[in-house]
């Protein structure tokens, strides 16, 4: 098992890494000051279903529990169930030293460290995350939900007190969802670790290389890219911008297709594309990171969107100004900016790479 200490200004929290590591859960709960009175595990049916009585193991005859499942599905991070989580955590008697269990993915990670982060005025949680995709949301303490006006429009910055993550929880997880995380692993190495890069492209060339050390490798890696930018900038002001790569045009494909039909991650890395071939010198890496991804099963960037769409998409996202559209480019691997784009050239270029 590996452990990483998150280092932000509000805290500082270890993440345990690896085969069993819930195993570690009993002794962590136990650490806490003050003692937790009971403990809350949130979760979805499907994680729930399949990891719900493991956890509960390594809280029997220790910790008194309550457990609650919702739906899967990031539709599921609404008001509704948030509130009634709350109103679940107010009839089970949770109280000020009471303790929230996010056991899932991002979605749940996200919604239970909102009510975490407001039940009570806050109360403590711990992160369990069961996806690859969630080695970037369990880092960083944003939660929250979403509003029909758009995604995580309502939330806290909420760091937990340690992130559980047993990657034996992994093994059931659905290839679209493997893709889905292995492409934010991608985005973490291309922004800030060449060397880590060259180690994925060398070691990971089916989806099934990502477990054992290399989903080790993969998960720690990410994680200590994450906080090393994250704890330079925990609140969004600078250099937290250059995680964001990929993400302008991956947030308005996600937009466009309704959020069915694809991922997050894969989304994530049809942009990812288009940023390497804005920029002349990084051409050659999009060209190949392009094959890689379809030898592992990527779905090639759909036709049918209309580049007018994506493009007002992109002008309304949360990081662009105005009429100008920043893009974070890399100028190699390892060395991102960002280049802010009229909308009207950057329309030029995505219907040449859309073609
Ligand atoms: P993320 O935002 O991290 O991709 P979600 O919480 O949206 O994750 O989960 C994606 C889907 O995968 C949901 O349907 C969820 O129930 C399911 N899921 C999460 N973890 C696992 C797992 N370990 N095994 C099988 N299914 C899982
Ligand atoms: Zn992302």
């Known amino acids: 098992m590996k452990q990483i200490n998150i280092t932000t200004p509000s805290k500082n929290y270890p993440v345990y890494v690896g085969e069993q590591a819930i195993t570690k859960l009993g002794e962590v709960l136990q650490s806490l000051t003050p003692a937790p009175k009971n403990v809350l595990i949130i979760t979805d049916h499907n994680v729930g279903e399949l990891y719900l009585k493991d956890v509960q193991a390594e809280?029997?005859?220790?910790?008194?529990?309550?457990?609650?499942?919702?739906?899967?599905?990031?539709?599921?991070?609404?008001?509704?169930?948030?509130?009634?989580?709350?109103?679940?955590?107010?009839?089970?008697?949770?109280?000020?030293?009471?303790?929230?269990?996010?056991?899932?993915?991002?979605?749940?990670?996200?919604?239970?460290?909102?009510?975490?982060?407001?039940?009570?005025?806050?109360?403590?949680?711990?992160?369990?995350?069961?996806?690859?995709?969630?080695?970037?949301?369990?880092?960083?303490?944003k939660t929250g939900i979403n509003h029909p006006e758009g995604k995580n429009m309502i939330g806290v910055f909420h760091q937990p007190?340690?992130?559980?993550?047993?990657?034996?929880?992994?093994?059931?997880?659905?290839?679209?969802?493997?893709?889905?995380?292995?492409?934010?692993?991608?985005?973490?190495?291309?922004?800030?670790?060449?060397?880590?890069?060259?180690?994925?492209?060398?070691?990971?060339?089916?989806?099934?290389?990502?477990?054992?050390?290399?989903?080790?490798?993969?998960?720690?890696?990410?994680?200590?890219?994450?906080?090393?930018?994250?704890?330079?900038?925990?609140?969004?002001?600078g250099i937290r911008a250059f995680l964001n790569f990929g993400h302008t045009l991956g947030h308005a494909i996600e937009g466009e297709l309704r959020y069915k039909d694809i991922t997050h991650g894969e989304a994530v890395a049809h942009g990812m594309l288009f940023a390497l071939s804005l920029k002349e010198e990084t051409i050659q890496l999009g060209k190949n990171l392009k094959r890689w991804l379809h030898d592992l099963g990527y779905p090639t960037t759909p036709k049918n969107l209309s580049v007018s769409s994506l493009i007002n998409r992109m002008k309304k996202d949360k990081k662009a100004a105005g009429r100008t559209i920043n893009m974070v480019l890399l100028e190699q691997t390892g060395h991102p900016y960002i280049a802010p784009y009229q909308a009207i050239d950057l329309e030029e270029k995505l219907t040449e790479f859309l073609k």
């Open 59 to 141: 809280l029997d005859q220790k910790f008194s529990y309550e457990s609650f499942q919702i739906k899967p599905g990031d539709s599921q991070k609404s008001f509704e169930n948030y509130y009634a989580c709350q109103s679940f955590a107010l009839e089970k008697g949770l109280d000020r030293t009471s303790v929230i269990l996010a056991l899932g993915g991002g979605m749940i990670g996200d919604i239970a460290g909102f009510v975490a982060g407001t039940y009570m005025r806050g109360i403590r949680f711990i992160q369990i995350p069961t996806t690859i995709l969630a080695h970037d949301s369990a880092v960083g303490g």
């Open 161 to 237: 007190e340690a992130v559980i993550y047993s990657t034996d929880f992994l093994s059931t997880l659905p290839e679209n969802e493997i893709r889905s995380g292995f492409a934010e692993v991608i985005k973490h190495a291309l922004i800030a670790d060449p060397s880590f890069y060259e180690y994925l492209r060398k070691n990971i060339t089916t989806l099934n290389d990502l477990k054992d050390e290399h989903l080790l490798n993969c998960l720690t890696r990410g994680i200590e890219i994450k906080n090393e930018v994250v704890s330079q900038d925990e609140r969004e002001k």
